[in-house]
């Protein structure tokens, strides 16, 4: 199945070599965090590494990040997002996918504050991953996201599909998903 309304797929947003600098530059410049989430009483390490950025907190698992002005590379690549939707994003939520080990499990990005704007511009750097979606109801599809892709999630489709991106036995290096969105607040 194709992707389901509300997610628009961009390959080659950026040009081999662009997205091989910028993931090059985030790789050594972000203060990647390391976090852990309790699931049944245990602490569990969360299994990729993650930073934030942006005017407000963000929390989410158990974890709470403070308010932090987004890095020079960030905002140039949000400036490219936004000059490609004609959407405004002032967060940006950044996972490391260190290798297939790295993951992140069936989720909903609808725990925020958006303002009116519940778009995600969510850009893949690095190793091709699998995207998943579903919506409880059996309908299910499946993409590739390449390298200097773009991947767009507007309007209703944040609350009515369930994502991820599963573990992979494949060798494959490192990837890292810049997620932009609208921040107006943290959620009560």
Same mark, same amino acid.
């Given at each position: 199945? +194709? ?7 961009? +390959?080659?947003?950026?040009? *081999? ?25 245990? %602490?569990? *390490?969360? @299994? ?6 942006? +005017? ?12 932090? *002005? ?34 992140? !499990? ?8 958006? $303002?009116?704007? @519940? ?6 750097? $690095? ?10 109801? $059996? ?8 390298? $200097? !892709? ?5 309007? %209703? ?8 991106? *599963?573990?992979? %036995? ?19």
């Amino acid at each position: 199945m +194709p992707l389901p309304e509300g997610f628009t797929y961009r +390959p080659g947003l950026f040009d *081999p070599p662009t997205a091989a600098a910028y993931l090059a530059g985030l790789l050594a410049e972000i203060a990647w965090e390391r976090h852990e989430f309790t699931i049944y009483g245990r %602490a569990v *390490p969360m @299994p990729r590494l993650i930073a934030m950025y942006g +005017p407000v907190g963000y929390r989410y698992s158990g974890v709470q990040h403070p308010p932090r *002005p987004l890095p020079d590379r960030v905002a140039a690549i949000r400036d490219r997002v936004e000059a490609a939707t004609g959407l405004r994003f002032n967060s940006a939520l950044l996972n490391l996918y260190r290798d297939g080990r790295d993951s992140v !499990s069936w989720h909903r990005d609808d725990d925020y504050l958006h $303002g009116g704007q @519940p778009d995600i511009g969510s850009v893949s750097l $690095g190793a091709t991953r699998r995207f998943q979606v579903h919506d409880g109801e $059996g309908c299910r599809a499946e993409i590739a996201l390449e390298g $200097g !892709s773009l991947l767009l999630v507007s309007g %209703a489709a944040l609350a009515r599909w369930w994502h991820c991106v *599963p573990k992979t %036995a494949q060798q494959v290096g490192p990837r890292v998903n810049l997620t932009f969105r609208h921040m107006v607040g943290l959620p009560g």
